[in-house]
C-alpha cells in the first residue's frame, strides 16, 4: 500500500493491492482523504480487514459480516438486519475494536435499549428487545465461527426481552361478519379480507397473488411467493418458509367470491397482482371497519390467528392446521394449546378407571387365596 498526495484536487489516497478469492490480483485506488492521517487510520483499517485481524474496528467488522451474509438472507430479511444494526448497534459499538468489547459493555447497552423508545415515545416491546439482541449475538457468532473471536460476549451476558409478548387476539367469525359487511363498499377491501380471515394467509402472500394461482375447477389457490414493498419498490419474493408453499382447498363460496372479483378487473393478466394495495392500505382499512362495525382492533397478522382458532373449534389436528397455513405442528400446538380442548379431565377419570380395576382384579385374587 502507497499514500500519497493529490496535488490537484489537494487531498491524499490510497494505493493498494488486493488478492480475491480466485487468487487474483487487483489494484484500486481509495480517494479523498482530507488529511494523510485520515488516509493512514483508512489503511490501516483496511488491512485488518481484509486479513480478519480482529484489531479492527466493530463498524469495519459489520462491513465484512455484510459482505458474507448479504446475498444469503432474503431482500427483505436483510433490509430489517441493516436497518437494525445501523440504527441501534453501530452508533453504541461501531468505533470499538471488536476484540475489547465486554460482557460489561453487552450490558450497558442493553440498558440503554430497555430504556429506549420508538419514535411516538412507547418503549421498546420486549419482544423488540430479544430482536435486537439475537442481531448483536449474529455478528458476534460470525466473528467466533469464521474470523477466530474468542468468544461471544453478548452470549455470556444472555438475551433480553422474550420471544412472546402480545396478548394473541382474534375474531370470532360473528366478529368477522360485522366487519366484512363494512368493507363491502369497497371490493378491494373486501376480498382481501375474504382471502385472509378464511384461508388464513399471511399478508405478503395475499399481495402476491395473481389470478394463475387459483384453479377453480379444483377450488384451490397456490401459495408460492410473497409481495414486499422496499426501498420504493416492488419486491416478489419466496414464501417465509419452505413449509410456507403449499395449496389449499377453498371453501366454495370463496371460489364463487374471487371468480366474481376478477371479473371487475379490467383486463387483468394472469400473473398481474390481483391486490394492488400497500399494508398500509390494509392497516388503514381495518381501522376504518373495525371502528364502524364496533368490534375490537386486531393486527392483520391477527385474522390469521383468527382463522386458525376458527379451525381448532371446529375439531381439526394440530397437524392438518399446520398444513393449511404453512408452519410446523410444533408450532400450532405450542401457540394455540390454550385453544384446543382440555383433555386433562379424561386422562385422569381414565387413570381412575384403570386403579380401581386393577385393585378390583388384587381383590378378588386375593379372595380365591
Not at 47 to 53: F, H
Not at 184 to 198: G, I, N, Q, R, T
Not at 221 to 232: A, F, L, N, P
Amino acid at each position: 500500500m502507497v499514500v500519497y498526495k493529490d496535488e490537484k484536487t489537494n487531498t491524499w489516497m490510497v494505493y493498494y493491492r488486493v488478492t480475491d478469492w480466485k487468487g487474483d490480483r487487483k489494484q484500486s485506488t481509495k480517494r479523498g482523504f482530507q488529511t494523510k492521517r485520515d488516509a493512514l487510520a483508512w489503511e490501516r483499517e483496511f488491512l485488518n480487514k481484509t486479513q480478519a485481524d480482529l484489531s479492527m474496528t466493530f463498524a469495519s467488522f459489520v462491513d465484512t459480516y455484510t459482505v458474507d451474509m448479504k446475498n444469503r438472507i432474503k431482500e427483505n430479511t436483510w433490509h430489517t438486519k441493516e436497518h437494525i444494526i445501523r440504527t441501534k448497534i453501530l452508533p453504541y459499538f461501531g468505533k470499538r475494536k471488536i476484540s475489547d468489547i465486554q460482557p460489561r459493555d453487552i450490558i450497558a447497552w442493553q440498558n440503554e435499549m430497555i430504556k429506549g423508545c420508538d419514535k411516538n415515545g412507547k418503549k421498546y416491546s420486549p419482544v423488540y428487545l430479544k430482536t435486537l439482541h439475537n442481531q448483536l449475538s449474529s455478528i458476534f457468532n460470525h466473528a467466533v465461527k469464521f474470523y477466530g473471536l474468542k468468544e461471544n460476549p453478548a452470549a455470556k451476558v444472555g438475551n433480553m426481552g422474550k420471544a412472546k409478548a402480545r396478548e394473541m387476539l382474534f375474531w370470532t367469525q360473528e366478529e368477522y361478519k360485522k366487519f366484512s359487511e363494512e368493507m363491502m363498499d369497497k371490493p378491494v377491501s373486501f376480498y382481501a379480507f375474504e382471502m385472509l380471515y378464511w384461508c388464513g394467509i399471511r399478508e405478503g402472500e395475499l399481495l402476491a397473488l395473481t389470478p394463475a394461482d387459483f384453479d377453480f375447477d379444483r377450488e384451490t389457490v397456490t401459495i408460492s411467493k410473497s409481495y414486499q414493498r422496499i426501498g420504493g419498490r416492488d419486491i416478489i419474493t419466496d414464501p417465509k418458509t419452505p413449509k410456507s408453499n403449499r395449496t389449499i382447498k377453498m371453501p366454495e363460496f370463496l371460489c364463487e367470491e374471487m371468480q366474481d372479483y376478477m371479473k371487475q378487473l379490467y383486463r387483468i393478466g394472469k400473473n398481474d397482482r390481483l391486490f394492488e394495495v400497500t399494508k398500509s392500505y390494509l392497516h388503514h382499512e381495518m381501522d376504518r371497519g373495525a371502528k364502524a362495525a364496533g368490534v375490537k382492533r386486531i393486527r392483520i397478522h391477527d385474522l390469521r390467528h383468527s382463522h386458525i382458532s376458527l379451525l381448532i373449534e371446529m375439531g381439526y389436528s394440530a397437524v392438518a392446521i399446520a398444513d393449511r397455513v404453512g408452519h410446523e405442528s410444533i408450532n400450532i400446538t405450542y401457540n394455540y394449546a390454550h385453544l384446543f380442548p382440555s383433555t386433562q379431565s379424561d386422562m385422569a377419570d381414565k387413570l381412575n378407571q384403570f386403579r380401581k380395576e386393577g385393585t378390583d382384579n388384587v381383590t378378588e385374587e386375593q379372595r380365591r387365596a
